[in-house]
C-alpha cells in the first residue's frame, strides 16, 4: 500500500455513514479534532522514539501517517500538493529552505 491509495480510501470514507468506520467518524468530528488526534499520535511516536522500542515506533509511525493524511482530507488538502511541495523543496539545502522562510 502506498500513501496515495491510504488517501484514496481517506477520501472515500468522507462520504460514509460514519457508523461504518472510524476514518468516516473521525472527519465528521471536524478539522479540529482530526488536527488534535494528529497531535496526539505525535506525541505517541516521540515517546517511542525516546524509549528506543523499534517495534512500537513502527507502529506509531504508522499512526501518525494515517492521522496526518486524515487531517490533510479534512481540509480538503490533496496529498498530490504535498508531494509537489517536497519535490520542489528537493533541489534546495535544508537550510536554504529555512532561511526562506524567515
Not at 14 to 43: H, N, R, V
Not at 49 to 56: L, V
Request: charged content about 25%.
Amino acid at each position: 500500500m502506498t500513501l496515495e491509495d491510504l488517501f484514496q480510501t481517506i477520501q472515500a470514507r468522507k462520504s460514509a455513514d460514519a457508523t461504518s468506520s472510524w476514518t468516516a467518524q473521525l472527519l465528521a468530528k471536524g478539522p479540529e479534532k482530526c488536527a488534535e488526534k494528529f497531535g496526539e499520535e505525535a506525541i505517541e511516536a516521540i515517546i517511542e522514539a525516546t524509549k528506543g522500542d523499534r517495534q512500537a515506533l513502527t507502529s506509531e509511525a504508522a499512526d501518525v501517517l494515517y492521522h496526518l493524511l486524515v487531517m490533510l482530507a479534512s481540509r480538503n488538502v490533496p496529498l498530490a500538493d504535498v508531494m509537489t511541495e517536497l519535490g520542489r523543496r528537493q533541489n534546495q539545502s535544508g537550510l536554504a529552505e529555512k532561511a526562506a522562510r524567515d
